[in-house]
């Protein structure tokens, strides 16, 4: 198991910034690949962006890129989610998450392709 606790979320303004953090525990943190995804209010969750093992590879999916950044620190079993420029239409819960991978490039970026979920942190960005 994979125990994964979130934090950093809150109300921000929009042009502002957020940084998420996501604390990993009960396994070996480097055999996964990480990611974060986000659901609104009425809307199905959605993938944001993932980093591979090596923490070499990322990807984010294209209405956060140039504003959201994605890395890891293997040393403090933490993957850290910095976000910029915040928009109202970011508002959502995030969700941190991990996927057993075989290989230490890839990126996840599918909803089934991760094995665990932290419960989540609210991001609200006012107008």
């Known amino acids: 198991q994979v125990q994964l606790v979130e934090s950093g979320g809150g109300l921000v303004q929009a042009g502002g910034s957020l940084r998420l953090s996501c604390a990993a525990s009960?396994?070996?943190?480097?055999?996964?690949?990480m990611g974060w995804f986000r659901q609104a209010p009425g809307k199905e969750r959605e993938f944001v962006a993932g980093?591979?093992?090596?923490?070499?590879?990322?990807y984010l999916t294209d209405s956060v890129k140039g504003r959201f950044t994605l890395s890891r620190d293997s040393a403090k079993n933490t993957v850290t989610l910095q976000m910029s420029s915040l928009k109202p239409e970011d508002t959502a819960v995030y969700y941190c998450?991990?996927?057993?991978?075989?290989?230490?490039?890839?990126?996840?970026?599918?909803?089934?392709?991760?094995?665990?979920w932290g419960q989540g942190t609210q991001v609200t960005v006012s107008s």
């Open positions: 980093i591979s093992r090596s923490g070499a590879n990322t």
């Open positions: 009960g396994r070996t943190f480097s055999n996964y690949a």
């Open positions: 998450t991990a996927g057993a991978s075989y290989y230490v490039s890839t990126v996840y970026t599918k909803n089934n392709e991760y094995d665990y």
